[in-house]
């Protein structure tokens, strides 16, 4: 894309905060115990709550001992069906666009395993717990819809929030008449369940009509209106403050049951009511990444060169409401097929509605299209990084729209080298390592849209010569609080130490949504902009006044740098923003700004990172035991504000790809319902010595047409790419190539005949 066509100038300053890889504004407070989480939060008066949930998948709860449960000493009350006090917004209504339909004790009625059946509140946890205990319910109970034997398959609307279920680009049956070569393939990837390191925690507290919520959230402003309309107060009198969190990934952006179950209590009670969900009852309301099914279908011509691709999902959610994770999505962005066509089933079980987990449909999506690429490869015997060479796209797909081709090609080509490709051999089961190990590699291409959420914020100049900046955005770990604050302090010309941030309360500016990897350009441009306004009025103070240097420089225009404003021409000729606002006597100056992404810059170019990452993998050949022993992903996601951050986020993803490929499911008993392995003991995620040595390559990138200051997400591109890379890895050590994730040891088998 040519430069001189932007509708922005060159963003990138020299000698600039940004881009610097400083260490984490919170990291002391968090190892030092200091940071306060939600949980942490004890208020006067404080009550317990506790949730009683349903074992039973499907059917109705017919008696529940209210009778034992408040005779425990310090249960105070237990909600029920029976005396719940109303809310002012029907509970099986969706509130767009994130709004799903909850279980608040609207009935009796049973719709998937955890789902709140009773709240007991008490003067202590354990006379809740007990209290809770105590309820024993009796269900009458209906078999419950567990899998795809019994589920109710049916064609959704949309899927995501409000994306077309089926996307078609090009003619799919002409793509398949032009193609000499037609490989098909099938997945299947298992449900996983949120599992932060922080159980979903809220603290209510009512002030009258004003609600007050310490609670790890994503979309503070947005879900102050969804609390508002569901206890029928203004969004203003809802205060959520969610200064740390322990994780989010998509569980903390969804309003759920359980949270307003507690605020119905504490105004019921008239105290403030803490509730903490156990991890076994993460396992139903609050979200989690559906299981799939997946077909995959992959037309080429005689050069390899793709003329169809066609990629069908069936995937779970709940029997009564509805999250399709965009998984054939995967298969629209990336590469250059003649014909494209991604469509979608819904399943419906007893399970809680599924929900955003990080890299909703490009995780399971991707995994999938990268085998599926390099069985298309395979059968034309070329290497799988020549055949993604050949079939990468220079525009998006289907639309012609530019985007960051280049950067991919750079990512494909920093990666292979940096990782040592040209070495592999093109068949399986070529490698060993000194232990008689197969070793194999296998790599997938990295890629992720690029998010942009309306956000505003404010930047004070203060008498001293440091500022303040405010956004109401929310920091759930990938450092935010620094990021952001580097930013801000760019577009002040301030030093980062000399910029105080705040954050993580939604009585601030709206801050926008911490998700879809989004937070950074968001909450970053109206912070920049904010900066900019604030120095703006300051210049005007300062070029209006007689005494100043910069008195009548308005026509060549000033800069702010190190604290001061000087002219635009002459670096010396200036003075300092303490002296500016003593001069004009003022103790302070703010700056405002809001800030959203040019609509039409948006529809005229496709916005996505990229990237390329590669695996190796060693394989036992008697025990069939799978190991990722080194990875290495080169992403290209625009302009760097912390490098640092970044890695750690690729990091993340990537470690979350191990996951995916090798270790995570969550287990489900199908005559039940229930998920079998509901604990981190059983549910297996990495833990560090499940990690090997990782590399992340920060191919830069100047994108003038994402925002004005050139930023990408990185928050959740590390995943996609890196379970397909592990897959293929797995095949090149085995020749087995995987039908399912995680991959099992029994699915390697077969085939060893060492
Ligand atoms: Mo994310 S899955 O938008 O937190």
New binding site residues.
């Given amino acids: 894309m040519s430069e001189t066509a932007s509708p922005f100038r060159r963003h990138l300053r020299h000698g600039s905060t940004s881009g610097q890889p400083l260490t984490r504004r919170d990291g002391v407070l968090k190892v030092t115990g200091r940071a306060q989480y939600a949980g942490d939060t004890h208020p006067e008066g404080l009550l317990y709550a506790v949730t009683a949930v349903s074992r039973i998948a499907r059917g109705r709860v017919i008696s529940l001992d209210v009778t034992a449960a408040k005779a425990q000493p310090g249960v105070v009350e237990v909600l029920t069906p029976a005396n719940r006090p109303p809310l002012s917004h029907d509970p099986n209504e969706k509130m767009p666009p994130f709004g799903f339909r909850v279980e608040v004790l609207q009935n009796d009625t049973v719709r998937y395993v955890n789902q709140p059946i009773a709240l007991v509140v008490a003067e202590t946890l354990e006379a809740a717990t007990e209290g809770a205990a105590l309820l024993k319910p009796q269900y009458y109970v209906e078999a419950a819809r567990t899998g795809p034997a019994n589920g109710g398959r049916y064609k959704p609307s949309a899927v995501d929030i409000g994306e077309p279920a089926r996307t078609e680009r090009g003619n799919i049956e002409a793509g398949f008449a032009a193609a000499s070569h037609i490989v098909e393939a099938e997945f299947a990837t298992s449900a996983q369940y949120h599992n932060a390191m922080e159980p979903h925690a809220i603290v209510a507290k009512w002030d009258g009509d004003s609600l007050t919520l310490d609670m790890p959230n994503?979309a503070l402003a947005l879900s102050t209106r969804y609390y508002a309309a569901y206890f029928g107060i203004l969004a203003e009198n809802v205060l959520i403050r969610s200064p740390f969190l322990g994780g989010?990934?998509?569980s903390k952006?969804m309003i759920n049951g359980p949270q307003i179950l507690a605020i119905l209590a504490a105004r019921m009670l008239h105290r403030p009511v803490k509730l903490v969900l156990t991890r076994a009852q993460m396992y139903g309301p609050v979200g989690h990444r559906g299981a799939s099914w997946q077909k995959l279908r992959v037309g080429t011509d005689g050069n390899g060169k793709l003329t169809a691709l066609h990629h069908h999902t069936l995937v779970t959610t709940s029997s009564f409401d509805e999250f399709i994770e965009p998984t054939s999505d995967a298969s629209l962005p990336l590469y250059a097929s003649t014909a494209l066509l991604a469509e979608h089933e819904g399943l419906r079980l007893d399970i809680g509605t599924p929900g955003?987990?990080?890299?909703?449909g490009a995780a399971p999506g991707s995994a999938a299209l990268e085998v599926t690429m390099d069985e298309a490869a395979q059968a034309h015997g070329m290497d799988p990084l020549a055949f993604r060479l050949l079939n990468y796209a220079e525009t998006e797909p289907g639309t012609g729209r530019p985007f960051s081709s280049k950067a991919l090609r750079e990512c494909y080509a920093a990666g292979a080298e940096r990782f040592g490709w040209s070495k592999r051999p093109l068949g399986p089961r070529q490698m060993r390592d000194e232990n008689g190990f197969l070793v194999g590699w296998g790599m997938g291409t990295a890629v992720f849209h690029c998010s942009h959420f309306p956000a505003q914020a404010r930047a004070t100049l203060r008498a001293d010569g440091t500022a303040l900046v405010e956004t109401g955005g929310v920091d759930m770990g990938q450092g935010a609080w620094t990021a952001l604050a580097q930013i801000a302090a760019e577009a002040l010309g301030l030093n980062p130490d000399q910029v105080e941030f705040s954050s993580g309360r939604s009585n601030l500016p709206d801050g926008g949504v911490?998700?879809?990897?989004g937070h950074t350009a968001s909450a970053g441009l109206a912070l920049h902009n904010a900066g900019e306004d604030a120095i703006a009025r300051l210049a005007e103070l300062a070029m209006g006044h007689p005494d100043s240097p910069l008195f009548g420089a308005g026509n060549v225009g000033v800069v702010a740098q190190d604290g001061r404003l000087h002219r635009r021409d002459n670096k010396e000729r200036g003075e300092s923003f303490v002296q500016i606002l003593a001069r004009a006597g003022r103790t302070e100056l703010v700056g405002t700004a809001k800030a959203a992404r040019d609509p039409d810059v948006a529809a005229s170019h496709a916005m996505y990172a990229h990237g390329a990452v590669f695996a190796e993998v060693k394989v036992d050949p008697e025990l069939c035991q799978v190991r990722a022993t080194r990875l290495v992903g080169a992403f290209a996601a625009g302009r760097i504000i912390n490098p640092r951050l970044v890695r750690s986020q690729y990091f993340g993803g990537m470690i979350w790809g191990i996951s995916f490929a090798l270790q995570e499911e969550a287990v489900m008993d199908p005559r039940t319902g229930r998920i079998m392995n509901a604990d981190l003991a059983e549910y297996h995620v990495p833990v560090n010595a499940d990690v090997p040595p990782m590399e992340a390559i920060l191919i830069p990138e100047d994108d003038l047409y994402v925002n004005q200051l050139g930023i990408k997400g990185v928050g959740?591109i590390g995943l996609t790419g890196t379970v397909g890379a592990i897959a293929n890895a797995v095949w090149h050590a085995t020749g087995v190539r995987v039908r399912r994730f995680p991959i099992r040891i029994e699915d390697i088998m077969p085939s060893q005949s060492v």
Avoid: D, K, T, Y
């Avoid at 955003?356 to 909703?360: D, G, L, N, Q, W």
């Fill in positions: 994503q989010g990934f998509g952006v955003p987990m990080r890299a909703p911490a998700g879809a990897s959740e």
